[in-house]
């Protein structure tokens, strides 16, 4: 077990993110778009390869669209939230998580949208079923961290690999109680096992990408994204009505691709409206309405594990190669 604190380019990139924000974010984007064109295709052509596509390296399930934090990058900060509240039913949690234990997946899950997954009270016992039934899943817990203690993150570390707290900020120090937590884990790091937690300082007021237009302070609309998306390819998003929506950054629940209140998730990852999707997503964002602006890009997660795929690791999909790995 493991306790550590990253701030990405330190304190060079925090006065970036500050005092040039749109020149931050759009270079990092440049670069991003520019290092990774040669792997997405790589990964795409495996999809032409079989008669079913790859299994998801990611499902991100939200049992509940509420956020706390305030989030300047984010249409669901509690400010800006407009989507009608909703909080997944019990039975259709369990039977998507059955649904994914039926088809064996060994990738990447986490409860966790646009959202807080602390504001869901049922959050632990959640996780604690996704883990007997998935055993062999590498189970990540994204947070903002508000509502976190010391008592919640013993009660979590069972159940999860790696514990993610977002310590959203404006003057790069750690909120109160996550302090309270990095001191305590350290002192204490028999008592958290093999789960690794990493402290991610972030910038409140950052501007990121547009997430297809929907971010409070980026609404680009005009540019047209000529690059490929990789979402479609590796991530499936499950809206808390159970709806398997195209990404992350359909903040407002507009998109639908399955009902997965009636539909195998396995058959809706397959579905011949999704590989439509991909296509059309292969030639360029251009080519699909709701995606034809947006420039978000995810440069962790997906990246990390796509590229362990390729390299010829498809252990769990490449989890091991994402930060950590239970032993």
């Known amino acids: 077990m493991s306790i550590r604190i990253h701030n990405f380019m330190g304190r060079l990139g925090w006065e970036l993110q500050k005092k040039c924000p749109m020149l931050s974010a759009n270079a990092y984007l440049k670069l991003q778009f520019a290092t990774r064109a040669k792997s997405q295709k790589k990964y795409i052509d495996l999809f032409k390869e079989g008669e079913e596509p790859p299994m998801p390296l990611v499902v991100n399930l939200e049992t509940i669209n509420r956020c706390n934090s305030n989030c300047a990058f984010c249409t669901a ?36 949208g646009n959202n807080e997954p602390w504001l869901d009270t049922r959050i632990v016992e959640f996780h604690k079923y996704c883990r007997e039934k998935l055993p062999d899943t590498f189970i990540f817990m994204s947070t903002n961290g508000l509502l976190l203690d010391i008592d919640k993150v013993k009660q979590i570390v069972p159940y999860v690999d790696q514990l993610i707290i977002n310590n959203y ?15 305590y884990v350290k002192a204490h790091p028999e008592e958290f096992g093999d789960v690794e937690i990493l402290i991610q300082m972030r910038y409140v007021k950052a501007v990121l990408t547009n997430r297809a237009g929907s971010a409070p302070n980026k609404v680009e609309t005009v540019k047209i994204v000529k690059e490929t998306c990789l979402m479609p390819y590796t991530d499936i998003f499950i809206f808390p009505d159970g709806r398997m929506g195209i990404c992350c950054c359909d903040n407002f629940e507009a998109t639908t691709f399955a009902d997965l209140k009636t539909t195998k998730i396995k058959d809706a990852w397959n579905s011949e409206e999704y590989q439509k999707v991909r296509k059309l997503l292969k030639g360029g964002r251009q080519n699909y309405q709701f995606c034809k602006h947006c420039d978000f890009i995810d440069a962790g997660l997906r990246m990390d594990a796509v590229n362990a795929v390729l390299s010829g690791d498809d252990t769990h999909y490449g989890a091991r190669q994402y930060m950590f790995r239970k032993k």
């Open 169 to 183: 900020c404006e003057d790069m120090k750690l909120h109160d109680n996550v302090k309270q937590i990095y001191e």
């Open 77 to 112: 900060n509690k400010y800006a939230e407009k989507r009608p509240y909703m909080r997944m039913e019990e039975e259709l949690f369990y039977k998507i998580i059955d649904d994914l234990a039926d088809w064996g997946f060994k990738g990447h899950l986490t409860l966790y």
